[in-house]
């Protein structure tokens, strides 16, 4: 499995935990009370001053906390090399590849705008989208948001006739998902559609597979409440490659 995670994330992890780590075994703290305790007695009956004896009876304490201390994290709160991975792997980064396709209504007359879906997963209107990997922009991908099209959509559209725009990152939480902070990497990709059955140049209708469907300009979407909350990223990634 690869996972990704923030260097920042990381370092505090391990920043954090540093103490925890290593080959320390609760007979090493036991060691620890022992040699204090011995130390304190040693230094009580020797001859030296009465400042040594003072000053090596404090380290001899503090040597012998620091043991109880030990001993009592080893017992009620021991940390593991699979306790550091299950904490690191919670903080993994969830990644999506996402390829999106701004479809064009090449029959409107009053300016451009685009076909977008009902996503009942997040209650709001998305652009066609595909799942992508990490390869990139190119053929393989222009093939797949061809078939996923056909598939969702019922759209016909050769892979050929589909461009390849822009890319960017972006992060937001996904209502479908609790809330869960996720990191999207978009591939934006366009196409044209020309002659549109009578159903599809209607300003919403149901298509294939009974998605529900509607073209929005971008100031449409903009001022569209639900779609300005959860895809302003996209909005913006629309504005500076279409206006």
């Known amino acids: 499995m690869i996972i990704h995670i923030?260097?920042?994330?990381?370092?505090?992890?391990?920043?954090?935990?540093?103490?925890?780590?290593?080959?320390?075994?609760?007979?090493?703290?036991?060691?620890?009370?022992?040699g204090g305790f011995v130390d304190s007695i040693s230094i009580f009956f020797s001859d030296v001053s009465g400042y040594i004896k003072g000053a090596v009876g404090v380290i001899g304490l503090v040597l012998i906390l620091r043991g109880l201390f030990l001993i009592y994290k080893s017992v009620f709160h021991p940390y593991s090399v699979d306790d550091l991975n299950r904490e690191i792997l919670q903080a993994k980064r969830i990644e999506i590849n996402?390829?999106?396709?701004?479809?064009?209504?090449?029959?409107?007359e009053f300016g451009t705008r685009f076909l977008l879906y009902h996503d009942d997963g997040w209650d709001c209107d998305f652009l066609p989208n595909h799942r992508g990997d990490a390869i990139g922009a190119g053929e393989y991908e222009r093939?797949?948001?061809?078939?996923?099209?056909?598939?969702?959509?019922?759209?016909?559209?050769?892979?050929?006739?589909?461009?390849f725009v822009t890319e960017c990152d972006s992060n937001k939480r996904s209502t479908e998902h609790d809330g869960e902070l996720r990191y999207y990497h978009y591939r934006l990709y366009t196409a044209v559609l020309s002659n549109l059955s009578p159903n599809w140049r209607e300003s919403s209708f149901i298509s294939h597979n009974n998605r529900r469907c509607r073209w929005m300009t971008i100031d449409e979407m903009s001022s569209d409440r639900r779609i300005s909350e959860i895809n302003s990223d996209v909005i913006a990634l629309l504005k500076n490659n279409f206006s």
């Open 6 to 34: 923030d260097d920042k994330d990381l370092s505090n992890i391990l920043l954090r935990r540093s103490g925890d780590l290593g080959d320390f075994k609760a007979w090493d703290a036991v060691g620890l009370v022992l």
């Open 98 to 108: 996402s390829s999106l396709i701004a479809l064009v209504d090449g029959n409107y």
């Open 143 to 163: 093939q797949a948001l061809s078939a996923s099209l056909y598939r969702g959509f019922g759209i016909t559209i050769n892979p050929s006739d589909i461009s």
